[in-house]
């Protein structure tokens, strides 16, 4: 699985204009092969500054996303940000969940 991040901020004056292309995105990008889930979250502490998370099967599938149509509106819409954003593809080899939170509370009471 392949985790992409985009940090994102903006201005006040341009923010609705751009969270309105990041949602004419998501849609589609539900919809394109190998994705698992796209998610886009505010930061409560700056009302200007998102991210939008995706997770992908494979490496592949995000190239093939990165080339597609879509994903050019998206580009373009990161170009009108007012710092650049920060972008990180992570490959993840294991997906742990709340049993794994367990087990580190109960190994640091022994």
Request: net charge positive; proline share 3%; glycine share 4%.
């Amino acid at each position: 699985m392949i985790v992409a991040t985009y940090k994102m901020t903006t201005s006040h004056q341009k923010r609705d204009g751009q969270l309105s292309v990041i949602r004419l995105v998501i849609g589609p990008t539900r919809d394109e092969k190998g994705c698992r889930s796209v998610c886009l979250y505010r930061d409560t502490a700056n009302e200007n500054s998102f991210v939008l998370l995706e997770e992908w099967e494979s490496r592949d599938d995000v190239e093939r996303h990165i080339r597609g149509d879509n994903f050019r509106k998206f580009l373009l819409m990161l170009d009108t940000l007012s710092e650049v954003p920060e972008v990180s593809f992570c490959p993840v080899c294991r997906k742990e969940g709340l049993k794994a939170i367990e087990e580190i509370i109960v190994k640091k009471k022994k």
